[in-house]
């Protein structure tokens, strides 16, 4: 049957085995050590034995830590709960996942960038950047309308900026290619 004893620090109540008598016992509650002198019984109280003054200031400090730790641990939990931008992250992080669809922005940018890349083919590079143009308007509109993932505004913008950059570049050499065609055909 177990020992009920008392810690001498924190007077926390311990259920200990009976032949725990002349063995170290650490406190769970303030990770105090100390050592049974006699048999523990079930109506007495052992008092502990006497401990160096070294060891009972390692416990101490040790006990000090470990509070610090756990009290910095709960300030950093009360911080996040009160810090109002980690809620609107995980608002917003929420709402885009459950409400809105997912934007296209890298698909958009990828038709501009290539649309300015082939504008010296102009045929193609008219193509890709009027995709781009009409994809990124209809996207632009959708992030407006709140049915959008809002994030992906900026990347949109710019690949929309892109495609418009590329449109106006194919339109530009082909009507220089026109033009000098045209020109040596007069001739």
Known sequence: MPSTI?????KKTLNLPP?????????????????LDAPASATTHPSPAP??????????RRRQEIEDEEEARRERRRHLDDDDDYHEYE??????????????????QT???????FSCL???????????IVLGQNDMAEID????????RSGTQGGRTC?????????????????????RFMR
Do not use: K, W
């Open 6 to 10: 008392e810690c001498p620090l924190c």
């Open 19 to 35: 032949d725990s008598a002349g063995q170290p016992v650490r406190c769970p509650a303030c990770y105090r050590v100390f050592t």
């Open 51 to 60: 401990i160096n003054h070294d060891e009972t200031s390692d416990d101490r």
């Open 91 to 108: 608002d917003i992080r929420d709402r885009r996942t459950l409400h809105h669809l997912p934007h296209r922005s890298g698909m958009i």
């Open 111 to 117: 038709l501009g960038i290539l649309s300015i890349v």
């Open 122 to 132: 102009p045929v193609l590079g008219g193509l890709l950047g009027l995709l781009g």
């Open 145 to 152: 309308a709140g049915r959008m993932d809002p994030l992906g």
């Open 163 to 183: 495609a418009i950059i590329g449109l106006f570049l194919s339109v530009a050499i082909f009507v220089l290619f026109f033009f000098t065609r045209f020109e």
